[in-house]
């Protein structure tokens, strides 16, 4: 049985050694050969030297450089279309997720689980802020995807050679990796673990990314968004028809006077309000058909070390 482990790196110098050491300990005896692919998305640091480093002292050590800053998802994809263990592994490389974790999640796979996700039961070394805005996240996306996101969940898992083939076959932009995993089905576990603090460097989530990251994820797996502008316009239309029927009253049975300037002026700022919101939504989904018309390469390789055929 062969293992590959995925792992996307984006400016981790002060991470990727100890990771390195930790992660041939954590397979060691696990399987019958291991590969570790990292993937440079980018780096303004010294990653890619000490990437260079770790390839050349350790045959199981490849890596990917990428031409330019792509994102975690599509760096993580970058990684899939070249691992070709029986069962692969993805895991960040800030050391929040342990490695160590990885023989309970080969111990599921080989009592038949297609996919092991690994569920954070306890996230050491976050802000209350930070807590807060994942646990929105994953609840958000819970129960608006249209297929089932299991909340406190990241990227580390471990996939059947049948799930990475599948996922090799979803092409799309943006991307959203777990959400696919979820897609394709097959037989799916969990894990529970406890999350570390980061090693060392700092999150590359911010709470404005990770808000992107939802409305992404929302709209690639969800048509709620759209049918949200049904559910306002009949909301609209029934408090108007209310508004009409409360004027007309007044007018014709009270005789009271009715100066309707101020109403009519919030009524249309409403309604505008309204009005931008939909067409703000339905330009996202207009987006995402544009980027995927447009059929470019996913990403671009820089330099890559480790294959028979190397580029770079």
């Known amino acids: 049985m062969k293992l590959s482990i995925v792992v996307p790196v984006y400016n981790e110098e002060g991470n990727l050694s100890l990771l390195h050491d930790r992660l041939s300990r954590a397979v060691a005896g696990q399987a019958d050969d291991y590969e570790i692919i990292f993937i440079n998305d980018g780096s303004r640091d010294r990653s890619p030297e000490i990437l260079e480093e770790l390839a050349q002292r350790d045959s199981h050590v490849k890596y990917l450089s990428l031409s330019r800053n792509f994102g975690h998802e ?21 050391l929040q997720d342990p490695p160590e974790v990885i023989s309970q999640l080969l111990e599921r796979w080989r009592l038949g689980a297609a996919v092991v996700y690994a569920r954070r039961r306890h996230r050491a070394g976050e802000s209350p802020f930070k807590r807060l805005t994942a646990f929105g996240f994953y609840r958000l996306l819970h129960y608006l995807s249209d297929v089932h996101i299991p909340p406190d969940t990241g990227d580390f898992r471990l996939m059947d050679r049948r799930v990475v083939e599948a996922l090799r076959q979803c092409r799309e932009n943006p ?25 060392a ?12 990251l939802a409305w992404e994820a929302i709209c690639g797996f969800s048509l709620i968004p759209l049918q ?28 009271m006077p009715f100066q309707g300037y101020a109403m009519l002026a919030c009524a249309m700022f409403f309604l505008s309000g309204v009005l931008l919101i939909m067409m703000g939504i339905l330009a996202q989904y207009v987006g995402h058909i544009f980027r995927h018309t447009q059929n470019r390469p996913l990403y671009l390789i820089d330099r890559e070390k480790g294959w028979d055929n190397p580029h770079g």
Do not use: C, P
């Not at 279309?81 to 895991?91: H, S, T």
């Not at 460097?201 to 992107?212: E, I, S, V, W």
């Not at 949200?228 to 049975?253: C, E, N, R, Y």
């Open 74 to 94: 599509i760096a993580t994809t970058a990684g899939l279309d070249r691992a070709n263990g029986d069962a692969v592994v993805l895991i960040d490389a800030d």
């Open 175 to 199: 991307r959203f990796v777990r959400g696919l995993v979820s897609w394709v089905g097959f037989r799916q576990e969990e894990v529970l673990y406890d999350r570390d603090e980061r090693h």
């Open 201 to 212: 460097g700092q999150t590359k989530y911010n709470a404005m990314k990770l808000m992107r």
């Open 228 to 255: 949200l502008a049904i559910w306002l316009g009949g909301l609209v239309t029934v408090l108007s028809v209310v508004m009409t029927a409360i004027i007309v009253i007044q007018k014709l049975f009270l005789n």
